[in-house]
């Protein structure tokens, strides 16, 4: 079974500045999407930024990109000139792309405070 | 508007005491499904349904129900609520994956729901 992993519970940047949230997962599969939600005091899940497996080049979506490794199973979440409005909750999920069901398998989270 | 709509948004209620969390989609989505989440554990998804009088099990099925009688709406049944079913509940909503099929998922904006 597939599973998604965030290490960081939280973390903290200071306004302007870069921040990296990490995520690893484990799969047999070798097609599937990998996601970032974020998750705002109002608890509405927003997507983030998405990622297809079979596509090597990084996802990126104005101040936010990703750092995926394959290989090492990693999808890292950059945060570029961190703004207030980025503090939130972020979940990491995976989706395969066999068998019929949409299912998003999710990590844990990382709260991240974002300081001024 | 493209939406996901929940009702009610907050509910406290008592043991045993039945209740339906509502959920409607405009999209015309044949995929929908019902997550809940818990500090520690992110979301885990407690039912699906690919389409019309089809419905799944998901990772954490047990006290509810649910049903799929009309394409937009997927209603949670909790029969007889406990104190561990306190979460706050997502519904959700995609294409199903033959049907331009994203891999995202659309959310409501979540039930919070205190069981006492």
């Known amino acids: 079974a597939q599973t998604v992993t965030q290490s960081q519970p939280e973390m903290s940047v200071q306004e302007a500045e870069t921040v990296t949230l990490s995520c690893t997962y484990d799969?047999?599969?070798?097609?599937?999407?990998l996601f970032w939600y974020k998750q705002p005091p109002s608890r509405q899940m927003i997507l983030v930024i998405r990622?297809?497996?079979?596509?090597?080049q990084n996802a990126t979506e104005n101040r936010f990109s990703v750092n995926f490794q394959k290989a090492a199973k990693s999808f890292s979440l950059k945060i570029s000139d961190s703004q207030l409005g980025d503090a939130a909750m972020y979940f990491c999920?995976?989706?395969?792309?066999?068998?019929?069901?949409?299912?998003?398998?999710f990590g844990t989270g990382t709260l991240l405070a974002v300081q001024p | 508007e493209a939406q996901v709509t929940q009702n009610p948004r907050y509910l406290i209620t008592v043991t045993g005491k039945k209740l339906t969390v509502t959920c409607s989609q405009n999209?015309?989505?044949?995929?929908m499904s019902w997550y809940r989440q818990d500090p520690g554990l992110g979301l885990r998804q407690i039912y699906y349904?690919?389409?019309?009088?089809?419905?799944d099990k998901g990772d954490v099925p047990e006290g509810y129900k649910v049903s799929r009688k009309e394409k937009r709406n997927f209603p949670l049944i909790l029969e007889s609520p406990s104190p561990n079913q306190t979460s706050l509940y997502f519904c959700?909503?995609?294409?199903?994956?033959?049907?331009?099929?994203?891999?995202?998922?659309?959310f409501g904006e979540g039930s919070r729901l205190t069981v006492l």
């Open positions: 959700a909503s995609s294409h199903n994956r033959e049907v331009k099929n994203t891999g995202e998922l659309f």
């Open positions: 799969t047999s599969e070798s097609d599937y999407y």
């Open positions: 990622q297809e497996a079979y596509k090597q």
């Open positions: 999920a995976y989706r395969s792309s066999l068998g019929a069901t949409n299912k998003l398998i």
């Open positions: 999209m015309n989505h044949e995929y």
């Open positions: 349904s690919m389409n019309v009088e089809v419905t």
